[in-house]
């Protein structure tokens, strides 16, 4: 007997090649560029992937001498004390609270900085600038910190001008309600220049011919920046929010740590200061602070997520297509 024929989505299935033949051809098609990925994605699964078999400490109850694997599994209990704890509660609020000033405060201000270096026509001044504003991110916060106390201290810079034109002193450093703006300042005059370099690198990758369009149409600079310049670097602004937004769970730990003192504990407690502070300052409990660090992860992915969704309902890029 002769075989029966084939229908015609018979052998068009028969003759299309499978997905993973076609991602063989092109991994083979591409060899020398996944060649070249090969050291960042063994890196990512040894310091990224590896690590996260340390979560399981959040619903265990760690013993030294029995290990990660070999202590005893509590579920939610280590949850529970949790969120028992009023300074947690406490740390949770004071983080979204300094955060979110944060976010409404610095993040524009590399957009506006990148937008002002943008307007300047003479390189060399461009140049100048840029290189003076950017080398402070190179700086350690614990160097900040040390200029900061040298400058804001009782016998500092401010204070010894103050007492020479016969004015009181200001507790700047012991004061609860200067905290706040001081955590302000010093992050806008760190990350502010290194944060812009982004934004110039999309106003680069503008198109010219817009501009010069927009000149024989007789628009003043400001015009051509506002209607030009900025819905161009957009998608890149809407990135780097959602970003932002991702991290408000996560405060600066670096910052906070070097700036706080004994005074202003009641509004420098963060969540990252209140891990620390239970892990290595008082009775150490690695399950504990574990699962409070899985909860700051997951709440920071959730903002992630709820952020990029809004971003996309607002007809907007997001980071996830």
Known sequence: MKPAALGPDKKANASKPSKFKTLLAEIKK??????????????LFLFAYMPMGGLSLAFKDYKANLGIWGSPWVGFENFKYVFRDPNFIDSVWRTLYINIIKLVITFPAPILLALMLNELRMSKMKKAFQTVLTFPHFLSWIIVAGIVINVLSYDGLVNSTLTLLGLPTINFLGSEKSFIPMLLMTDIWKSTGWGAIVYLAAISGIDQDQYESAQIDGATRMQQMFRITLPNILPTVTIMFILSVGGLMSSGFDQIFNLANAA????????????????????????????????????????????????KRMGGDGLFR
Do not use: C
């Open 264 to 311: 202003t504990k009641n509004v420098s407690e963060v969540l990252d200061v209140y891990i620390y502070r239970i892990t290595f300052q008082s009775s150490t409990d690695f399950s504990f602070s574990t699962a409070v660090s899985l909860f700051r992860s997951l709440v920071n992915m959730a903002l992630l997520l709820s952020a990029d969704r809004i971003a």
């Open 30 to 43: 591409h060899r020398m560029v996944y060649t070249l990925l090969i050291p960042g994605v063994v890196w």
